[in-house]
């Protein structure tokens, strides 16, 4: 089966400008997380969507947001891009997150660039 | 604040030497335990997990690691690396309210 997709690829924004990305989570998984990859930080949890509700959320600032529609599909939204927003941002499914040990499964990741 | 180390940034080794990439977490709950690792080029893929039981756990590709609770770590180890090992190796944990933290990743370059 098709694994987490997420769009675009690459982006090129400027500071100021808000951003929107959006993931594709394997077909019946239902949790969605997201995640900064930077080469100082690591990966960084932002937040977890399940049934279209934040159900946790990482130590970001308001400007991060999410939502989840009922497709399960999810969005994440930047506002007022930061030079250090550049990273990748990675999507993650699981079935649940029901905090059994299931695994999360990632999607190649979207490449934000702030010029 | 919850977290998780990774003490070993950068390792290189050569082929056929044994490796341990050490892993500790500050959390005291119940956890799951994971190894993630990241191939050049290519997307973050599970190795190996711990839920419960036998806290020694055996991954794909030669890969094991131990969960040993008293000291909070969760150790990855393969008795003999091969070029093709050559990649990033995340530790994360889960807690019991959902949340996974990762480390900052161990970058293993493997010389033929």
Redesign the interface.
């Known amino acids: 089966k098709a694994g987490v997709t997420q769009t675009p690829r690459y982006l090129i924004k400027t500071r100021g400008q808000q951003v929107t990305l959006s993931c594709s989570p394997i077909s019946g998984h239902r949790s969605v997380s997201w995640y900064q990859q930077t080469p100082g930080q690591g990966l960084q949890f932002l937040f977890e969507y399940f049934s279209e509700t934040q159900r946790n959320k990482g130590n970001f600032p308001g400007r991060f947001s999410g939502r989840q529609f009922s497709n399960s599909r999810s969005e994440m939204n930047v506002s007022t891009l930061e030079l250090g927003d550049s990273a990748l941002y990675l999507c993650a499914s699981s079935l649940d997150g029901t905090g059994v040990g299931q695994p999360q499964h990632f999607g190649d990741g979207t490449r934000l660039s702030i010029l | 604040a919850q977290s998780v180390s990774q003490h070993n940034h950068h390792v290189i080794l050569s082929e056929a030497a044994s490796l341990e990439l050490g892993c500790n977490y500050s959390y005291g709950g119940t956890v799951?335990l994971?190894w993630?690792v990241q191939y050049p080029g290519q997307?973050?893929?599970?190795l190996l997990?711990?839920?419960?039981g036998d806290p020694l756990v055996k991954g794909i590709k030669g890969f094991e690691a131990e969960f040993i609770k008293s000291k909070f770590s969760f150790n990855l180890r393969k008795p003999s690396v091969q070029w093709s090992d050559t990649a990033e190796y995340?530790c994360?944990v889960?807690?019991?309210?959902?949340?996974?933290?990762?480390?900052?990743?161990t970058s293993l370059t493997v010389i033929p």
């Open positions: 799951n994971f993630y997307h973050l893929q599970l997990k711990y839920f419960s995340f994360a889960m807690n019991t309210g959902n949340q996974f933290y990762f480390g900052t990743g």
